[in-house]
């Protein structure tokens, strides 16, 4: 794994670490996939928020490094996100992503670009594509697990198809600071938060 990234994973475990409230939500998280991740064949996680431009991405990416991390880069479970609408992967998410060290590369120019997202140097592990999508795009495949990544998306999307179980797992919008002197700061502290909770959650799961 790319050395910067790992240090911001490291970092964001320690300054993430939940407590209260938050620390309840996130066991019962651990609790419910570990009995859902115990049926064969395992679901996908799948991370939903309604325009799956921001935190849907954010979580689908640092769950993904995380498992890399714990597995010894074989992974386990497949992961992908997903909205109820589709609008595109927002530039700030990716321009966040960068700072952190991930290494991304444009692949189409529309108004719903695909990025490849890397973390790992010289080809060791394929990259993350990532677009914005919704529910019944091909890249999703039954049965999955529905990780629910906003509010918006929790109140609004009764039925996720394919879902054999899902999660409340909510996140503040970075979308709020756009456009602002704050802007860079507050997606780096959001990534930063669910890179930290991605990593509680996933090493109760994965490691027992």
Partial sequence: MNSAIH?????????????GERKVLLDEAVRKLKNLLADSPRPMLLFVCTHNSRRSHLARVWAEVV?????????????????????ACNERTIASLERTGFQIEKKSE???PVYYCAFVEAGGYPAMKLWSKTLDDPAIEA??????????????????????????LTYDDPKSSDGTPEEAGTYDRRSAQIAGEMHYVLSRVMTG
């Fill in 143 to 168: 049965p999955v697990v529905a990780i629910m990544t906003c509010s918006d998306a929790d109140l609004n999307c009764p039925i996720v198809p394919g879902a054999v179980g899902r999660i409340r």
């Fill in 7 to 19: 240090r911001f994973l490291q970092q964001a475990a320690e300054a993430w670490y939940p407590s």
């Fill in 110 to 112: 529309s108004e719903n």
């Fill in 67 to 87: 498992q890399h991390q714990l597995s010894d880069g074989k992974p386990q479970v497949r992961m992908e996100s997903a909205g109820t609408e589709a609008t």
